[in-house]
């Protein structure tokens, strides 16, 4: 990572953390819906960045990882809910188990490629809110009606609100993962999964062991996205098992191809921008309702929708790819 | 005995649905080589198109016929407008494609139509009739309905010059476009001819799961695996696999049922029909990925 770009992450990271202190001086702008609503946007970043690893930076294909970020979400709500394990150690159990399950996964996708490897994760991804509700699992899971959960609660008696610590906790996973993630990729492992997505055949032929790196590539980005949806329990405090059908597993990829593919900035962009739209999609129908007149319910889906499309026409790379290129030419130009 | 009778009946009504999403795949899959991610909302769509139509006045095979000629238009126009200009694009980009039109499709039948579960009609007459009220009328219905279309296909494939032209486009492009094919217009036939097929499945399953944006989801799921399970690049094949997928799904609800009522041990029911599906995915892919029926490519590197 080049200096100047340092420089600019350690500058959001100070002003990410300084924000939340400005609540006393602009309730109206700094309200803790919005924070709240930010948090939810770091943990999409962190999800959208695990199927980054995996579909950007290994050039395997996901349309299922709805289903990680489910397992780590219930595994995060059955520690807590059956076990009494505090919110913040639940983390890294949904890693570890996410990680297990991805690289379990990940084995029979060896076999598979291109629009097979997606079948399969379309498959899982439908098959999810099924699994979820297995009889047997009823016990741990609650079946149909889910877990309901504590939010967690502002340790050591610091004097903040719970969304601002909510907030602060979901700030810091993200750093230390994206640090991880930055360093993993700079890394000679990284190099290689670069490798095996540009040229599977002369990686292989150069030594590099494909097999394991693709099944531990798909291992990290499951434990990633299972992160998230751990994250994501302690946040909403609840969770059920139709909330993670086909339609999340889509959102993530709405991050990953409108963020840009392939780049850690585009994870953040993405998050944030799947975030903003779910969230604005409902003003947008009541603008088109009363204001325009329109019998027309806009769903967030059908941005979404039209976006896909309209980005792999034109901006192939995503918004993260968009802005370097601008960048690139701001740069010649002035040169 | 008779329990078991009526599952295999109404696997049989199943199967033909699968086969005919199935069907589909394969046709966009045998030409382009793409797995139509979106081809059950594209039915689904379809079925409430004919709704509309049905509530308008129309009478059910009036709508039918309609409807399956909007949808060829429909098909078309995807090709012609949105596929097209992503002829050599990566997997990828068709891929997030597809999905886009999934969620399109999707999200504006629940606009137009809300997501409020409707009832769909059956035009066959509600008697039972058959061997002892094995088999209802609107599943053996389907079932005939679903066999007309196949048998429709195959002579327009087997017996038409337009159905050996798509032929041709679609396992020799360059030779064909040699011989004066128009292989553009093929694909886009071919996309139409598959909307077509699809939107029949759609009006015809519709009275089973009732009419919902999401009715399509697990059929979709399940027209995967009997594509996979008949080979992925044989017709024959698919419908074939829709069948063995639709009958093979309704006896493990049936084995599962038997076992919990002689041990009361509950392994598996109606509730993981979907789960069966993904095990049938992953397992052909995995063990067998040219299916039953297909052909193993061998590839030169």
Redesign the interface.
Same mark, same amino acid.
């Given at each position: 990572m080049a200096a100047s770009s340092k420089k600019w992450v350690l500058g959001i990271i100070v002003l990410a953390v300084l924000v939340p202190l400005l609540q006393p001086v602009f309730p109206d702008v700094v309200s803790n819906y919005r924070l709240f609503l930010v948090s939810t946007m770091i943990i999409a970043a962190i999800a959208v960045l695990g199927l980054n690893l995996l579909t950007g930076f290994n050039g395997q294909f996901s349309l299922g990882h709805g289903a990680f970020y489910a397992v780590g979400a219930y595994t995060a709500a059955i520690l807590m809910d059956k076990l009494n394990v505090p919110y913040w150690a639940t983390i890294p159990a949904a890693a570890i188990v996410c990680f297990i399950v991805g690289y379990l996964f990940g084995l029979p996708a060896l076999k598979l490629e291109g629009h097979y490897l997606a079948l399969a994760t379309f498959a899982l991804a439908l098959a999810v809110p099924q699994i979820l509700k297995y009889k047997w699992l009823e016990g741990l899971t609650g079946g149909v009606q889910g877990i309901v959960l504590m939010k967690p609660e502002v340790p050591f008696g610091l004097p903040l609100s719970e969304d601002q610590w909510l907030y602060y906790f979901c700030l810091l996973v993200m750093i230390v993962l994206f640090w991880g993630a930055a360093n993993l990729l700079n890394s000679r492992s990284g190099r290689a999964m670069m490798a095996i997505r540009d040229q599977y055949m002369a990686a292989d032929t150069m030594g590099i062991d494909t097999a394991l790196y693709k099944t531990v590539t798909f291992g990290i980005s499951a434990a990633y996205t299972g992160i998230a949806g751990a994250l994501s329990a302690c946040a909403i405090a609840f969770v059920a098992p139709d909330s993670f059908g086909i339609f999340l597993s889509i959102k993530f990829l709405i991050g990953l191809v409108v963020g840009g593919i392939g780049s850690l900035l585009g994870s953040v962009l993405g998050g944030i921008f799947y975030v903003l739209v779910d969230n604005s999609a409902q003003s947008l129908t009541q603008f088109i309702r009363n204001d325009l007149g329109l019998p027309f319910d806009l769903s967030a889906y059908t941005v979404f929708g039209v976006l896909l499309i309209a980005i792999i026409y034109l901006m192939p790379m995503g918004i993260a790819g968009g802005l370097y290129m601008a960048y690139r030419k701001l740069r010649g130009a002035r040169a | 005995m008779e329990q078991l009778l009526q599952q295999f009946a109404s696997g049989l009504a199943n199967g033909a649905i699968y086969a005919c999403v199935a069907l589909a795949l394969v046709m966009i899959y045998v030409s382009t080589?793409?797995?139509n991610?979106a081809q059950g909302e594209m039915a689904m769509f379809s079925t409430y198109i004919s709704w509309q139509l049905m509530s308008w006045g129309m009478s059910f095979w009036v709508a039918f016929i309609l409807t399956v000629m909007i949808s060829f238009a429909m098909g078309v126009l995807i090709e012609r407008l949105?596929l097209r200009?992503?002829h050599n694009?990566p997997?990828? +980009?068709i891929?997030?494609?597809f @999905?886009?039109?999934? =969620?399109?499709?999707? +999200?504006?039948a629940? =606009?137009?139509w +809300?997501y409020l579960i409707k009832e769909f009609p059956s035009p066959f007459p509600k008697s039972e009739f058959g061997i002892a009220g094995v088999i209802g009328a609107h599943q053996l219905g389907v079932v005939l309905v679903t066999l007309i279309v196949l048998g429709l296909l195959f002579v327009f494939f087997r017996y038409t010059p337009l159905g050996l032209a798509m032929r041709a486009a679609a396992q020799n492009p360059q030779m064909a476009r040699l011989v004066g094919v128009r292989v553009d217009w093929m694909l886009a036939l071919g996309w139409g001819l598959a909307a077509s097929v699809g939107a029949v499945a759609g009006i015809m399953v519709a009275h089973i799961v009732y009419l919902e944006p999401n009715m399509m &989801? &697990?059929i979709?799921?399940y027209a995967?695996?009997s594509a996979?399970v008949g080979g992925i690049s044989n017709p024959a094949g698919a419908v074939a696999g829709g069948f063995i997928v639709g009958i093979l799904e309704n006896m493990v609800a049936y084995a599962g049922n038997q076992i919990e009522k002689a041990t009361g041990v509950?392994i598996i &029911?109606n &509730?993981?029909?979907?789960?069966v599906?993904?095990i049938i995915? @992953?397992f052909v892919?995995?063990v067998r990925?040219a299916g039953l029926f297909g052909r193993v490519v061998v590839r030169r590197?």
């Open positions: - | 080589d793409h797995i991610f949105i200009p992503l694009a997997v990828l +980009s891929i997030v494609v @999905i886009g039109l999934l =969620a399109i499709f999707n +999200s504006m629940g =606009a137009f +809300s &989801g &697990g979709l799921l995967f695996a996979l509950y &029911g &509730g993981e029909k979907l789960t599906a993904l995915v @992953i892919l995995t990925p590197v």
